[in-house]
């Protein structure tokens, strides 16, 4: 099973990044999918989630409005598009299937000027 998170990087404030995340070893379009982000300090935090056929999201208070989970079950792959980026919004973040347990390795993401 891998879990392979990408596109993160340095942007500055009011920025945008898409994360993108590849798996393999698991027949990926029959689980939920999230993501997940721990700052430095600071308790691990879920981020977004996404429902095994994209019917349903759902997304922490601190990032509703700024960001969007989405799903391509043909290419095994869950993205997150990260927009009007704060410096808060600084952390490792991780793709998750949370039914089966499997986390990435984690992108860093920092933003700052």
């Known amino acids: 099973v891998q879990l392979v998170e990408s596109g993160g990087g340095l942007v500055q404030p009011g920025g945008s990044l898409r994360l993108s995340c590849a798996t393999s070893g698991f027949t990926f379009s029959r689980y939920a999918m999230r993501w997940y982000r721990q700052a430095p300090g600071k308790e691990r935090e879920l981020v977004a989630g996404?429902?095994?056929?994209?019917?349903?999201?759902n997304y922490g208070d601190s990032v509703k409005g700024r960001f969007a989970i989405s799903r391509d079950n043909a290419k095994n792959t869950v993205y997150l598009q990260m927009n009007s980026l704060k410096p808060e919004d600084t952390a490792v973040y991780y793709c998750?299937?949370?039914?089966?347990?499997?986390w990435g390795q984690g992108t860093q993401v920092t933003v700052s000027s």
């Open positions: 996404i429902s095994s056929d994209s019917s349903i999201t």
């Open positions: 998750v299937a949370p039914l089966l347990g499997f």
